[in-house]
């Protein structure tokens, strides 16, 4: 497939009017073809209208049509496979392992929504009869209207154009209009194309997808403002989903923005897990913290431990595991700027001091691991410490004893994860009493493993608390990602042949519903 550099509305492919710009190979400095031209208001409102149009049909479709189209962006992203991973490779300085096992996820999710819509237990079909003076009442879920998905940078095939978002959206029968990442505008070109062509083999409307294309925040920001637009998923920086926060907050009509933006996922390492296992705990924490350069939205930012001879053993197994570390490219010159400055920081933090450097990097967008250590008064006294810095460094918080290592569990911000290292009999008691903080500070709660990587299942959250994400009940991975989109109707006294399918007392979709209280299969 031949990579042009342009949006895609309307079932075609359009040329924007505004600046050029180039992907940036940040291995190698060197600009990449083609150009691609920023697209402006006009292009926006074309997306829009579209996506308006496309809604009520694309809604009224049958499960096996959505599910269907979902199943074959899969297989269209499957066959651009070497294209696709060989054009992300280039843009990104991610591995090819990396990104085949993101293209296989990619497909995998789309494919686990196709099974999710089919089963329709995301309907929540629910039915109390009439009662003496109680009237016939019914309710579903149906889809809110079209998405505006922001790709993000550090995924760009399992959290971009064809991600999760754009998955669950699409399952849930909302069209979805793309605001491509500028850092990888090609790799997003060519998922782009893989859904435009679905759609098209589906034969649905063309304002089913559309993909805007621009290098700076003028199309993002406007997509938000449009009246088309229903929801927002974001992926990205936390000034990014606040300032997207506020826009969609004051639309005439405030819409949700479901932006997931910063986490520094907390790793507690109890005495009885030190004791047994520190050396292999050292090695599984720095590989969790340096792998793809620590561009990992859980990556493992912040370490708690108690003091003593275990954890100072741990700090040497771990300090010598990050000197050997080679640096490592990062995504764009502007995330190694950001990391640059975050390290720089925490170097004249007061109280903090460093511990270990990665090995220095061989060219201007790497990075070099950092280990930092402080106490957990020092923590406890200034919040900047417990801020995010987007890359491959953490630092080690040293607690005097458990109710230390408590107080700063819930001085915590809201996290996408938290994870408990513990062995089982020695520390149950303290580890028991963290989880009951942590499940109110994070999405994911984890014992004995390290929180990069997210299963993409039924089962898992992939949210938390402000500011990890701007609202903290829902979740960007995993079945439970389309009630993003959708929100509930009920039908009082409605006769039967009126009714949606998943409503009707003969039930031709089959579910599973809640009938006067009991779950049923009718």
């Known amino acids: 497939m031949t990579i042009t550099g342009e949006m895609l509305i309307d079932g075609e492919a359009v040329t924007g009017n505004g600046d050029a710009f180039y992907a940036l190979n940040p291995t190698t400095g060197a600009q990449m073809e083609p150009a691609f031209r920023s ?59 990396r990104l085949e096992g993101e293209l296989a996820r990619t497909a995998r999710q789309l494919r686990m929504f196709a099974g999710v819509v089919r089963k329709g237990h995301w309907l929540n079909a629910t039915l109390d009869s009439a009662s003496g003076a109680a009237p ?91 009246s088309a637009i229903k929801a927002v998923g974001f992926t990205g920086s936390r000034s990014g989903g606040i300032a997207l926060s506020r826009i969609a907050a004051n639309r005439p009509e405030p819409i949700p923005v479901y932006a997931e933006m910063s986490s520094t996922n907390p790793v507690f390492l109890l005495p009885g897990a030190l004791r047994a296992g520190g050396v292999q705990l050292a090695t599984g924490f720095a590989d969790s913290l340096t792998a793809s350069a620590g561009q990992f939205c859980t990556n493992p930012g912040l370490v708690l431990a108690i003091a003593g001879a275990d954890t100072d053993a741990w700090k040497l197994a771990v300090s010598a ?108 008691a303290l580890a028991q009493l963290l989880l009951s903080c942590l499940e109110l500070k994070a999405g994911r709660v984890l ?49 039967d042949s009126w009714l949606p399918e998943a409503l009707q007392d003969a039930n031709p979709l089959n579910l599973w519903r809640l009938k006067d209280g009991e779950r049923v299969n009718g």
Not at 153 to 174: E, H, I, K, M, R
């Open 39 to 97: 697209g402006g208001v006009t292009d926006v409102a074309r997306a829009c209208e579209l996506g308006r149009q496309a809604f009520n049909l694309y809604r009224n479709t049958s499960l096996e049509t959505r599910a269907a189209l979902l199943e074959s962006i899969a297989s269209n992203l499957e066959a651009a496979g070497n294209e696709l991973v060989e054009r992300a490779m280039a843009e990104t300085g991610l591995a090819r392992p």
């Open 136 to 226: 016939d009442l019914r309710m579903r879920m149906i889809a809110l209207g079209p998405v505006a998905v922001f790709g993000a940078s550090n995924f760009p095939l399992a959290f971009s154009v064809a991600g999760g978002d754009t998955a669950s959206a699409l399952a849930a029968a909302c069209p979805v209009i793309v605001k491509a990442h500028p850092a990888h505008p090609g790799t997003s070109e060519i998922a782009g194309r893989a859904i435009q062509a679905a759609v098209a083999s589906a034969g649905l409307p063309h304002g089913v997808f559309s993909m805007l294309v621009d290098h700076g925040h003028a199309i993002g920001e406007e997509l938000v403002r449009h």
């Open 321 to 428: 595991a990050i000197v050997g570390r080679p640096a490592a490219t990062m995504l764009t010159p502007g995330i190694h700027a950001a990391y640059e400055a975050g390290i720089a920081r925490l170097d004249g933090m007061h109280g903090v001091r460093r511990l270990a450097h990665g090995v220095t990097p061989a060219s201007s967008c790497q990075a070099r691991a950092a280990l930092y250590e402080t106490t957990a008064d020092a923590f406890l006294a200034d919040k900047q410490i417990q801020n995010e810095v987007f890359g491959p460094s953490s630092v080690i918080v040293i607690c005097r004893d458990s109710a230390h290592m408590l107080a700063v569990a819930q001085a915590l911000e809201g996290q996408l994860t938290a994870t408990v290292h513990a062995e089982l009999q020695v520390d149950a």
């Open 447 to 495: 014992i004995n493993g390290f929180p990069t990587g997210v299963e993409v299942c039924h089962a898992m959250v992939h949210g938390g608390p402000f500011p990890s994400t701007s609202d903290g009940r829902t979740t960007s991975v995993g079945a439970g990602a389309i009630d993003r989109f959708l929100r509930p109707v009920c039908y009082q006294n409605v006769p």
